[in-house]
C-alpha cells in the first residue's frame, strides 16, 4: 500500500509530533493574514487508514459531504486512484465558512498481493470503505524455471 516516510526536520532530526511541525512550518512561511484566512492551506485532501488482514487489505477514507456519485475510483497499472470534484454551489452570504469542498487525488501503488479483480467499495456513514482482497498464495509461490 502507500509507504510512510518519516517526518524529519531541515536537519534531519526526527520530529516527534509532525502536524504541530506543520503548524510552525506554516506560521514561519506564511503572512500573518494567510494563517487567520486559513489562505494557501488544503483542508480538502481526505485522510487515510489502512489495515492489513490476512486474506485483504482496508482502505478506509474520510468523505463527510461528500455522495457516493461525488466520488471516482480507478485502477491504472496497479495505481488505485481515489478523486473528487465537489464545488459550492449556492448565493449565500458566510459570516463563517469552514467547510471546505475542491478538488482532492490520492493515488496509491497496490503491492503485487492485491488481486485486482477483486476490489470492492462501500460508502457509509461518511467514511469510503475499500476492500482489496489478496490473492491465493498459490498464485504468489514461488516458481522454479528450467532451462532448455
Same mark, same amino acid.
Given at each position: 500500500?502507500?509507504?510512510?516516510?518519516?517526518? @524529519?526536520?531541515?536537519?534531519? @532530526?526526527? #520530529?516527534? /509530533?509532525?502536524? /504541530?511541525?506543520?503548524?510552525?512550518?506554516?506560521?514561519?512561511?506564511?503572512?500573518?493574514?494567510?494563517?487567520? =484566512?486559513?489562505?494557501?492551506?488544503?483542508? =480538502?485532501?481526505?485522510?487515510?487508514? #489502512?489495515? !492489513?488482514? &490476512? &486474506?485483504?487489505?482496508? *482502505?478506509?477514507?474520510?468523505?463527510?459531504?461528500?455522495?457516493?456519485?461525488?466520488?471516482?475510483?480507478? *485502477? &491504472?497499472?496497479?495505481?488505485?486512484?481515489?478523486?473528487?470534484?465537489?464545488?459550492? !454551489? $449556492?448565493?449565500?452570504?458566510?459570516?463563517?465558512? !469552514?467547510?471546505?469542498? $475542491?478538488?482532492?487525488?490520492?493515488? /496509491?501503488?497496490?503491492?503485487?498481493? #492485491?488481486?485486482? !479483480?477483486?476490489?470492492?467499495?462501500?460508502?457509509?456513514?461518511?467514511?469510503?470503505?475499500?476492500?482489496?482482497?489478496? %490473492? &491465493?498464495?498459490?498464485? *504468489?509461490?514461488?516458481?522454479?524455471?528450467?532451462? %532448455?
Amino acid at each position: 500500500m502507500a509507504t510512510a516516510t518519516n517526518c @524529519r526536520t531541515n536537519r534531519s @532530526r526526527p #520530529v516527534a /509530533f509532525p502536524h /504541530f511541525g506543520n503548524i510552525i512550518n506554516e506560521l514561519m512561511n506564511t503572512s500573518v493574514g494567510d494563517v487567520i =484566512t486559513h489562505k494557501n492551506v488544503d483542508y =480538502t485532501t481526505p485522510l487515510i487508514n #489502512v489495515v !492489513e488482514y &490476512d &486474506d485483504n487489505y482496508t *482502505l478506509e477514507m474520510i468523505a463527510p459531504g461528500l455522495s457516493k456519485s461525488d466520488i471516482n475510483i480507478s *485502477l &491504472d497499472k496497479n495505481v488505485l486512484t481515489i478523486s473528487s470534484e465537489k464545488k459550492y !454551489e $449556492g448565493q449565500q452570504k458566510f459570516k463563517v465558512r !469552514e467547510f471546505k469542498y $475542491g478538488v482532492f487525488k490520492r493515488s /496509491f501503488k497496490l503491492p503485487a498481493t #492485491v488481486d485486482t !479483480e477483486k476490489i470492492s467499495a462501500a460508502m457509509e456513514s461518511g467514511i469510503l470503505k475499500l476492500t482489496l482482497s489478496k %490473492k &491465493d498464495k498459490a498464485v *504468489l509461490a514461488a516458481k522454479k524455471i528450467t532451462i %532448455k
